[in-house]
């Protein structure tokens, strides 16, 4: 019996790249007041579509963004998953927010490890990663 690749799912792929995704990602826990804020991205969605309509062109770039950030945010709260760095044109602010309810993850487990060998060109950064973890 072969062993079932535990995150074929997250990853798309048979060998996976999750410990990369670990490195790049974080998951965070639900938070009180966590449907406030998906309201609220849904009400500044739709006001900046209407406004879009209603204002002139100079203030479009302004509301292009905010319904990007909503949007953004929206999926973020769904997925409940987030890039460390952030995302292109994304408050920090936010991502800074969601670090807080981060789910601790240990990226020197069995699974981690055995991907290390298999992550082709980001096996250096995972390599380099575990090192400096083993060093401290």
Do not use: H
């Amino acid at each position: 019996m072969s062993r079932e690749y535990k995150y074929q799912n997250e990853t798309g792929t048979k060998i996976g790249k999750w410990y990369l995704n670990r490195l790049d990602y974080f998951e965070f826990y639900g938070f009180p007041g966590e449907w406030k804020i998906k309201a609220k991205c849904l009400v500044c969605l739709g006001l900046s579509i209407w406004l879009i309509k209603l204002l002139p062109v100079f203030f479009a770039p302004i509301l292009v963004w905010v319904a990007y950030v909503s949007i953004r945010t929206f999926v973020i709260l769904i997925e409940k998953k987030c890039r460390y760095r952030g995302y292109f044109l994304f408050p920090e602010k936010i991502i800074n927010f969601f670090r807080e309810y981060r789910k601790d993850v240990d990226v020197t487990d069995f699974d981690s490890l055995a991907t290390v060998e298999k992550a082709g060109q980001g096996s250096k950064i995972a390599k380099q990663y575990l090192t400096q973890k083993f060093k401290n």
